[in-house]
């Protein structure tokens, strides 16, 4: 079973908004990532949660806020967002490690409208 | 900076065709390089990884890795239409970067019957 799983599907939030993604997997996995897709680009990392702790923030605005409650599910937290923000937000998971073969396996992502 | 480079297409090949997709890399050392799949509006699906030099094939697909060149490509054979989407290859992070993926922009490809 490789499925993460994402909620909500599709999100639209106005700029003053406070809302929150949410991913869940349960393939043991101890390392959770946030992505970034917009159309026609590859996804852009924000987040790496190794073994519940914060390990890479690619210098994302505050106003994401991630959280890994525990190595299960991974939740990112918006705030005050502006519209360039809407975009496919992307979790994945990985088993983690050092192996050169951990795989990162995505969720369905989340489709987050900024009004 | 790891950069992952490919040609974004569109890639456009008939029914039961062979589609060739290829991605080239700059980091001499870099040893895992993975391909998704991305259908419009859906989230990326791996279809396999590599980290040895040569041919790995699954069904359909072969993935190859020629290190001395810094290349990476994906086959696919007998193509079928529901192929059609964007492939990623991505190269897999190493010591300080372990747990990155650097992607290429993704090579749009249709399979036409």
């Known amino acids: 079973d490789t499925e993460v799983t994402q909620t909500p599907k599709h999100l639209v939030m106005g700029m003053t908004n406070k809302k929150s993604l949410k991913c869940e997997q349960h393939?043991?996995?101890?390392?959770m990532y946030w992505y970034k897709q917009k159309a026609k680009k590859p996804p852009e990392l924000m987040f790496v949660?190794?073994?519940?702790?914060?390990?890479i923030n690619e210098s994302v605005p505050s106003r994401f806020s991630p959280e890994c409650p525990n190595s299960s599910l991974l939740n990112l937290h918006l705030h005050a967002l502006q519209p360039e923000d809407s975009a496919l937000y992307l979790c994945?998971?990985?088993?983690?490690?050092?192996?050169?073969?951990?795989?990162?396996?995505f969720g369905p992502g989340t489709r987050l409208t900024v009004l | 900076q790891k950069e992952v480079e490919q040609n974004s297409g569109p890639l456009s090949v008939p029914e039961g065709a062979i589609a060739s997709l290829n991605c080239t890399y700059s980091?001499?050392?870099?040893?895992?390089f993975f391909w998704y799949r991305q259908y419009s509006g859906k989230s990326p699906e791996l279809i396999m990884f590599?980290?040895?030099?040569g041919d790995k094939e699954d069904g359909r697909f072969t993935a190859q890795l020629n290190k001395a060149s810094q290349y990476v490509s994906l086959l696919i054979r007998d193509s079928q239409p529901s192929d059609s989407a964007t492939y990623l290859c991505?190269?897999?992070?190493?010591?300080?970067?372990?747990?990155?993926?650097?992607f290429g922009r993704g090579t749009q490809l249709t399979v036409w019957p």
């Open positions: 994945a998971s990985s088993q983690g490690g050092s192996a050169l073969t951990d795989t990162q396996y």
């Open positions: 393939m043991g996995h101890r390392a």
């Open positions: 949660y190794s073994y519940e702790k914060l390990s």
């Open positions: 980091d001499r050392g870099s040893q895992s």
């Open positions: 590599i980290y040895s030099n």
């Open positions: 991505a190269q897999g992070g190493r010591g300080s970067t372990l747990g990155r993926l650097y």
